[in-house]
Structures are given as structure tokens and as C-alpha cells.
């Protein structure tokens, strides 16, 4: 299914470079392109899987140049010693970072993974981040617009949490083309169990 959607993007893509369409059908094809991307995104916030179940991994170099971030926290207890990390790969490179803080929340790693991650990325960059946090992807996709019209406050009138955290994501993303997308924790996924494992090393090497 990724695979199809992919050739199918990139078939598009091609030959709207080739043949743009006229004016009278630029609204036809505006929405074609964002009907495949929803689709794509809907794929890579079940894990970018197949219909199979197999993993696919989502290539971006080429026309579609970007990059793919994979990023998870960790902290034991919660609160308490935490760590995070991340994988940035683009180009057939991968990088890993990782970090630490001696007090924490499991929330507060979530953020700074992804935050840190972001900020390697040059401006005006597409990526993709996959993370296992509902709290990250909702707080970015669904919340972040309510909270900063509110004054940085919740519905119930309540201060956002980590505010700071998620002030810094969002000017992050400004300067960025950034897509979200969900994958469950501890289900197998490679690069969110390898986040995990670095997230969970850097945490216990300070204690």
C-alpha cells in the first residue's frame, strides 16, 4: 500500500513538473495531490506498514527530498532520571542523538527528542517524525493553534504544561515543512524500539 501511494505521488509529481496544468484545472490537481498525502500520512501513522504487515521504509531523497526522524523519552520513575533520542536519516544517512536530564518528566523527554532533532534539520527541510507519544502529535497537530489563541492556556483555563517545550517546537516547525506520525510504543517498530534502547541508555548512564 506505501509503495503504491509512493509511485503514485511521485507519478504526479512528475507530471505536474512536465505538463503544469492550466488555470482552469490547478484546483483539480491541488486536490489530488493532498488526497495522496493524506493517504500516506494515514499509512505512516499506522507505522508505515503494508497491507502484508511488512515495514516499509519511506524513502524521501531524490524529488521528494527530506528527511525522516524517528524519536522517543524515557524516564524511571515517572518523574524522575530521564533520557531521550532520536534517529535523523536522510539520503541513505542516519544519525543517532541522544540525551539526558537528572530530573524529569516521561512527557518532557517526548518533547525535547523531537525538539531536538528539529533543530538539526537546515530551514525550509520536509521531514516526517514518527513517535509513539499521543501527547507530542496531538499537542502539534490538534492542540498547539487552540492553546496559542487561549494565551498558552488549556480549555479549563488551566496553563498549559511545558509550555516553554512546546513554544520552542512550534517556532522550530515554522521555519520547516514538518508531517506527524504515530506508531505504537514496544510494538516491534525498528526505529522506535532503537529509540527506545538509546532513550533508556543515556538515562541510566547518569544515574
Known sequence: ?????????????????????????????????????????????????????????????????????????????????GGWAAIIENNGQRQEISGAAPASTNNIMELTAALEALRLLPSGAQAVLTTDSRYLKDGI????????????????????LNQPLWAALDETISRLDVKFAWVRGHSGHPENERCDELANKARKAQL
Open 1 to 81: 500500500m506505501l509503495k503504491n501511494e509512493l509511485k503514485h505521488l511521485e507519478s504526479l509529481l512528475k507530471r505536474l513538473r512536465e505538463e503544469p496544468p492550466p488555470p482552469e484545472r490547478a484546483e483539480e490537481a491541488r486536490r489530488e495531490l493532498e488526497r495522496t498525502a493524506a493517504r500516506l500520512e494515514i499509512i505512516l501513522a499506522r507505522g508505515g506498514q503494508d497491507s502484508d504487515g511488512a515495514q516499509t521504509r519511506l524513502s524521501l531523497d531524490g524529488d521528494g527530498a527530506g528527511y525522516r526522524i524517528w524519536c522517543d523519552g524515557s524516564c524511571a520513575p515517572n518523574p524522575g532520571p
Open 141 to 160: 497537530t490538534k492542540w498547539l493553534p487552540g492553546w496559542k489563541r487561549k494565551g498558552w492556556r488549556k480549555a479549563d483555563g488551566d496553563p498549559v
